[in-house]
DNA sequence: CTCTATAATGAAAACGATTTTCAGTAAAGA
DNA sequence: TCTTTACTGAAAATCGTTTTCATTATAGAG
């Protein structure tokens, strides 16, 4: 399970195990949208009651220093998290549900060649992301 | 020059002409990179002494509506504004100095034709955003 | 299994960015 | 010039996030 694999990880970067944490991981690491950490909060106390809000943004706080979740930015706003893409993938919103899928396979390659040509710029990164409808939502 | 178009569009949407506003329009129609209402505030209180920074958001706000400018989406933050781009163009971004240039022409056509068979999505817009270093600052 | 150092906790306070409220001011049309 | 009302800046309120601090509990040592 990826709650097991995020609190292993944790642990092996020095930092323990505490039921807060566990609630965070285990809401998190099974979402299937971007949580906010208000969200997150919510739902993780419905796990354990004491939970406190400072408790959630400090655990988002870690699991992204671990790059385990990424923050999404969206015309909403970009408070959100999901779990991180793995390797050279991008999102993909449903605007309707907020379902996040990852796709791979851009070819930007050739484009990002021609805009630095054109521009004179070292391009270094790039971000795409992708807005639509799931096949539930459509 | 840019700045009078805008007035004459704020003005066209029956907002007033005033000091306060031209200060700011000013200062946003001719900044190079991305400024935040602070950065905004800053530099038009050069101009105008009694500015509010109130006034600054508001004003924002109504060029913003009026698709003037555009929100910047960047790894530090999300509050700053730059001069919206016209038709179908994206963002390239300097990593030194925060200079913003559009460019236009990105083929992905054939690239979202596969995503969206691969998920089940129907894609209906997509963002791209490029990062690197401008000629000066390579 | 107990002890101990210290990382982690939650509550409250502080903080920065943004929005709302409000009474006074000034733009623009009559 | 007059009048309506949009606009203003200051202060207060609000929202999301971070810091502070005294208390608790994890995890490694003994």
Redesign the pocket.
């Known amino acids: 399970m990826l709650a097991e694999t995020w609190l292993k990880a944790l ?1 092996e970067h ?8 566990r609630a965070v991981v285990e809401i998190v690491a099974l979402a299937w949208r971007a949580l ?3 969200e997150v909060f919510d739902q993780a106390r419905a796990k ?1 009651p ?6 959630v ?3 988002l ?1 870690k699991l992204e220093e671990l790059h385990l979740i990424q923050r999404v930015h969206q015309p909403e706003g970009c ?1 959100a998290f999901i779990t991180a893409s793995q390797g050279h993938q991008h999102l993909l919103l449903c605007q309707n549900c907020g379902q996040v899928m990852f796709f791979e396979g851009d070819d930007l390659d050739t484009l990002l060649a021609s805009i630095a040509a054109k521009t004179g710029y070292a391009i270094r990164e790039h971000w795409l992301q992708l807005f639509g409808l799931c096949r539930n939502c459509q």
Chains 1, 2 share one sequence.
Request: glycine fraction near 8%; aromatic fraction near 12%.
């Open positions: 642990q020095g930092y323990r195990l505490t039921d807060a944490r906010t950490p208000l354990y004491e939970l406190g809000l400072v408790t943004y400090r655990t706080e408070q």
